[in-house]
């Protein structure tokens, strides 16, 4: 029972935490949508076209967006020493960033999640790509705040070069937009794809505790 | 020790150079955290008269990042006395602290050891308090 209550007010502290630092959320939204308007004036005003293209660059705003937010992932609890005290609470480093990464998703993925809607208007995606969208998104952003927790943790040491976390998000993020963006286009696949996406999901979530545990611990004990 | 690790380590809790407390936050959320995290058995009484010890209750609704470095100081060590553990590991516990707060923190190491507690800390000046064993490097 205690360790529940502790998983629970874990994350009402990262609740106080990302409420406090809101505009960093919201940042990244206008980030999203900005780029949205971008392209929709880069591209011009044909409806077909960014009909057409609207998902593929749904994909990739989504993507850009969430590694965004990337730098902060583990990073302030390491420099403040947040993570050691976490540990010494009695949650192991696989633990923890297990808890980080629904917390990632939780509080940056999820207000993507909820402007979908929006940005499918501007898009001139139909309603009927909607559900699609969502069951993608829900799946693929789950696994993108997995990717994000071990490169974030991969880069704690890392002073100089922040974007090579980025890098490694986008690169092993590939699949991921292969068979999103193949779900929303060819909806009488979706069963089979989904399953796909969904295996990819429990393939990085299983790797996820190990790899950036240890990258944890083992940038705790170098520091 | 390795089998029983988080057995131990439900004994000991640190201070390090930096300041752990979420800088963004009142002092009030950060102790209302650090309770309800570390399932303390420190009563909301005992914690305000810690509050008051400290002379932290004035600022209790500013944000940490906006203390000087010897409140945040002494906000770690109220987390300390939040966590109710057995072995406290500091460094440096009196460094950047006022001649009043520095006999303040004696008088809270004496009490912690009086409770069957035990400190290992490093430290440049002589605490001036009864160590039991002393390392010179």
């Known amino acids: 029972m205690n360790f529940l209550n502790k998983i629970i007010f874990f994350y009402y502290r990262e609740y106080k935490l990302n409420m406090s630092g809101i505009q960093d959320i919201l940042t990244n939204i206008i980030f999203f949508f900005i780029s949205i308007f971008i392209f929709i004036f880069s591209i011009g005003p044909d409806k077909e076209t960014i009909s057409f293209i609207g998902v593929g660059i749904l994909w990739t705003l989504l993507l850009l967006s969430s590694t965004l937010s990337l730098g902060k992932f583990y990073q302030d609890d390491f420099e403040n020493g947040n993570l050691l005290i976490i540990h010494l609470n009695g949650f192991s480093f696989g633990f923890i960033s297990i808890l980080k990464t629904f917390s990632h998703f939780l509080f940056v993925q999820v207000p993507f999640l909820l402007s979908i809607p929006i940005a499918c208007i501007l898009l001139n995606i139909g309603n009927d790509k909607l559900f699609y969208l969502f069951a993608s998104f829900s799946i693929g952003s789950l696994i993108l705040s997995c990717l994000g927790s071990i490169s974030s943790s991969m880069n704690l040491m890392n002073q100089r070069n922040f974007l090579l976390g980025s890098v490694v998000v986008m690169i092993f993020s590939v699949p991921v937009i292969i068979f999103s963006v193949g779900i929303i286009n060819m909806e009488e696949s979706f069963n089979s794809l989904i399953n796909i996406l969904f295996g990819i999901l429990l393939i990085v979530f299983a790797i996820n505790p190990w790899a950036s545990g240890l990258c944890l611990k083992l940038s705790l004990e170098n520091n | ?137």
């Open chain 2, 1 to 137: 020790m390795k089998k029983n690790l988080y057995d131990f380590y439900n004994h000991v809790t640190y201070i390090a150079d930096t300041t752990s407390s979420l800088r963004k936050l009142t002092i009030k959320d950060n102790v209302n955290i650090w309770k309800k995290f570390f399932i303390s058995n420190i009563n909301d009484a005992q914690i305000e008269t810690a509050l008051k010890t400290l002379k932290l209750d004035i600022y209790l609704n500013k944000k940490v990042g906006t203390l000087s470095f010897g409140e945040t100081k002494k906000l770690e060590f109220l987390r300390l006395i939040i966590e109710n553990k057995k072995v406290w590991i500091l460094d440096e516990p009196l460094s950047n602290l006022d001649e009043d707060s520095t006999e303040l923190m004696k008088q809270t190491f004496e009490d912690h050891c009086s409770k069957e507690g035990s400190i290992i800390f490093s430290s440049h000046q002589n605490p001036g308090i009864y160590v039991t064993e002393e390392i010179n490097l």
